[in-house]
């Protein structure tokens, strides 16, 4: 199985990072600085399970031509990258190739489908704490799970990525298949949206943000109107899930969220992604959203003062 990891960051290089050091045959897409890091440099990783470093192969995003056939390419850049994403897609699609889309926000995947089908489409949601420290360098804080699944229904699961479940189970990461994909991606969503923008804005880690009363009563405000908005779509939110919210959790404590990070590097944050869709969803439904309308306006006006 070949597996390429387009989006050399974060989530990207920790996935891939475990796939490949478990001999799987992995090539990263990146680009600049972070092509020049690994292609001169190991790969290294810093787990709360072990930290390692290796040699990976590597490819320049500006030079695709001639390039393996891969089974599945793990899409791990982004939101906002993802139109210019697409035409790097175009290059690197064979008729047997499939997307791992590990955005966060809803309509990613289903964009992805309308460009590709959604046969090709597999939606992926990482509930899992990784800080990237540098080009080719990044820390895992906090475990969580993968959880993974076809976008198009099917009577049977897809072989390869039974198979690519495996190899991530043996490499020690924790990983599921589930046939309903699109719920995950709401609770995914929900976290997203809880945490993300709360503590760009105040620039604060989730533990600080849980810790002090103000902050804690605005997360539950954006989690209450997200929820709200959630039923009057019909999603399903597992009861457990939103129980554990707003939880203290030891493993999270030290999260710095990736809209956070994206802002102390000065690179475009997901506000569309995770919070205009949200804002978009709730004019149709005719749902009253203030709190999240709010951060909205203050990360835009944050982001251009930046």
């Excluded at 390039?67 to 899409?75: E, K, P, Q, S, T």
């Excluded at 020690?172 to 719920?183: E, L």
């Excluded at 995950?184 to 993300?196: A, D, G, P, Q």
Aim: aromatic share 6%; hydrophobic share 45%.
């Amino acid at each position: 199985m070949k597996i390429a990891v387009l989006g050399a960051g974060a989530i990207g290089c920790y996935y891939g990072g475990v796939l490949a050091k478990e001999h799987a045959d992995v090539t990263f897409i990146a680009r600049r600085r972070t092509y020049d890091r690994l292609k001169h440099h190991e790969l290294v990783v810093k787990s709360i399970h072990g930290d390692f470093s290796l040699p990976v192969n590597v490819i320049d995003s500006e030079h695709l031509e001639g390039h393996a056939v891969f089974d599945y390419i793990l899409l791990a850049i982004k939101s906002t990258g993802l139109e210019a994403a697409i035409e790097e897609l175009k290059v690197l699609m064979e008729d047997r190739t499939k997307i791992i889309c590990l955005l966060n926000g809803i309509g990613n995947e289903e964009r992805l489908a309308e460009v590709f089908g959604a046969q090709r489409v597999i939606g992926g949601s990482a509930f899992i704490s990784i800080i990237r420290e540098a080009p080719g360098v990044v820390h895992h804080v906090g475990d969580g799970k993968l959880v993974i699944g076809e976008w198009q229904s099917h009577t049977h699961q897809d072989a390869g990525l039974i198979e690519l479940e495996k190899l991530l189970l043996q490499a020690g990461a924790a990983v599921r298949i589930t046939s309903d994909i699109k719920r995950i991606k709401w609770e995914k969503l929900l976290w997203n949206i809880t945490y993300n923008p709360l503590t760009a804005l105040t620039q604060t880690r989730v533990g600080t943000a849980l810790k002090d009363p103000d902050l804690k009563l605005l997360l539950e405000r954006v989690s209450a109107e997200f929820l709200n908005l959630a039923d009057k779509r019909g999603i399903i939110i597992r009861e457990d899930y939103k129980t554990g919210l707003l939880t203290p959790d030891e493993e999270i404590q030290n999260h710095k969220t990736s809209m956070l990070q994206d802002f102390e590097n000065g690179q475009a944050m997901e506000l569309d992604a995770i919070l205009g869709f949200v804002i978009q969803t709730a004019k149709q439904c005719a749902v009253s959203v203030p709190t999240i309308e709010t951060l909205y306006h203050l990360l835009r006006f944050l982001e251009r003062s930046h």
